[in-house]
């Protein structure tokens, strides 16, 4: 077992498999990348044509319910141990690194769960309201506003 902190960064590209048809995924992975100064995040886009689960040995059911990783050394990681890898990626881990806690990790788990199924609906909803925002700002005022 290595004495590493979980949080350190790999030497080599962690791949992140995310659907970007999820507006929060596709905003976190913009995000991700804006901080990954070593190129050591890959992400692949699940919603892109031409995307195959099976190559990679995944099933595609499974790869669009929660996100998958595969860290350097090889291993697959889901849900919450792939956010916990990704941030580690860019040198953020200490950010979720309270999420891998004891008796935190399981409540973590189970959000990030809630959250996986739920994203799409959530993210529309989002980007719904974010719409309606800025109409009514570029516009100068908002029908009820001008009198």
């Known amino acids: 077992m290595s004495n590493r902190a979980p949080w350190n960064r790999p030497t080599t590209p962690l791949r992140l498999f995310f659907d970007g048809a999820c507006p929060f995924c596709r905003a976190e992975?913009?995000?991700?990348?804006?901080?990954?100064?070593?190129?050591?995040?890959?992400?692949?886009?699940?919603?892109?044509?031409?995307?195959?689960?099976?190559?990679?040995?995944?099933?595609?059911?499974e790869v669009r319910r929660?996100?998958?990783?595969?860290?350097?050394?090889?291993?697959?990681?889901?849900?919450?141990?792939?956010?916990?890898?990704?941030?580690g990626a860019v040198g953020l881990g200490w950010l979720v690194a309270p999420t891998g806690w004891p008796g935190?990790?399981?409540?973590?788990?189970?959000?990030?769960?809630?959250?996986?199924?739920?994203?799409?609906?959530?993210?529309?909803?989002?980007l719904r309201l974010r719409s309606v925002r800025p109409r009514a700002a570029t516009q100068g005022s908002c029908a009820r506003c001008a009198g």
Request: overall charge positive; glycine content about 10%; proline content about 4%.
């Open 66 to 87: 929660v996100l998958h990783a595969i860290a350097p050394d090889g291993r697959v990681l889901r849900g919450m141990e792939a956010v916990r890898a990704a941030y």
């Open 104 to 126: 935190l990790r399981g409540v973590f788990d189970r959000l990030y769960a809630a959250f996986a199924r739920n994203r799409l609906a959530w993210g529309a909803r989002w």
């Open 29 to 61: 992975i913009d995000w991700l990348q804006r901080r990954d100064r070593h190129g050591r995040l890959v992400p692949v886009d699940i919603a892109a044509a031409g995307f195959d689960a099976a190559r990679w040995g995944f099933d595609p059911g």
